[in-house]
Nanobody
Framework: QVQLVESGGGLVQPGGSLRLSCKASGRIFRIDEMAWYRQRPGKQRELVAKISSDSSTNYLDSVKGRFTISRDNAKNTQYLQMNSLEPEDTAEYYC????????????????WGQGTPITVYS
């Protein structure tokens, strides 16, 4: 019912920048929390950044000061601006959103994007 489509991944050298986008479409009454997760090779999926409906944000310690999460509610889209990328940031990045699909007063359900790879290489 709801699709999250990511874009913006790719290859970048250390110190470079990338911007990820994630657009939600479908039966959407309300989007609560939005977030980006990543799964590095051989590691468990981890929360990178999240943004609440009031735009308060939280970040993984290792990306603080380098990554910025934002959202455009009118477009049902979230972004992750990634600067000063490091080889340790190489991972599959997934967007997440908690979306109310049954009606405006219903609780939201977890929705995931398909993932987009980022490789930071020297």
């Amino acid at each position: 019912q709801v699709q999250l489509v990511e874009s913006g991944g790719g290859l970048v050298q250390p110190g470079g920048s990338l911007r990820l986008s994630c657009k939600a479409s479908g039966r959407i009454f309300r989007i609560d929390e939005m977030a980006w997760y990543r799964q590095r090779p051989g590691k468990q999926r981890e929360l990178v950044a999240k943004i609440s409906s009031d735009s308060s944000t939280n970040y993984l310690d290792s990306v603080k000061g380098r990554f910025t999460i934002s959202r455009d509610n009118a477009k049902n889209t979230q972004y992750l601006q990634m600067n000063s990328l490091e080889p340790e940031d190489t991972a599959e990045y997934y967007c997440y959103a908690r979306v109310a699909t049954m009606g405006p007063t219903f609780a939201g359900s977890a929705c995931w994007g398909q993932g987009t790879p980022i490789t930071v290489y020297s």
